[in-house]
């Protein structure tokens, strides 16, 4: 399983490279004010970091209690994204609407576009990250005792 300092990289990691692509995507497809939304964005991101590190870890829990190890199958890349995306959902649609001042409706739409653009974000981000910085075998073996 991950130590903390790994898991904090991960989490810090994963907002600040996906708030770079999101809120310019937010300001094209919306016509959102960039600087609004990037405070909006940065908001979120203290959000999603701290929701980041807990559900991760509560996810590798999970899967070690269940398969003796953390390690990620496809269906369960996917299911981790999907409920990711979905504990944050609960949140930042009315955090939106009044943000933006806009509609629940198109809170709604526009954090669906988030939520397309985070899925694969999600996705391809823990796949990088697992190649580039694996769990060490030694720190598995640890962990299994």
């Known amino acids: 399983m991950r130590q903390t ?3 904090i990289r991960h989490a810090v990691g994963f907002e ?4 770079l692509g999101a809120m310019p995507l937010l300001a094209v497809l919306f016509g959102v004010d960039p600087m609004h939304s990037g405070a909006m964005g940065l908001f979120f991101s203290v959000i999603a970091t701290a929701w980041n590190y807990f559900y991760n870890r509560w996810f590798d829990i999970f899967l070690f209690k269940r398969q003796g190890h953390s390690d990620k199958s496809q269906k369960q890349r996917i299911f981790h994204a999907f409920g990711f995306e979905l ?8 955090v939106m609407a009044w943000w933006l001042n806009v509609s629940l409706l198109d809170a709604l739409i526009m954090d669906a576009a988030m939520i397309i653009y985070y899925l694969f974000f999600a996705y391809f981000y823990n796949l990088a990250y697992d190649k580039l910085f694996p769990i060490n075998k030694a720190t598995k073996l640890l962990t299994s005792v």
Do not use: A, F, K
């Not at 504990?87 to 009315?94: A, E, M, S």
């Open 87 to 94: 504990g944050l959902l609960v949140i930042t649609i009315p």
């Open 5 to 7: 300092s790994d898991r």
């Open 16 to 19: 600040l490279v996906g708030l």
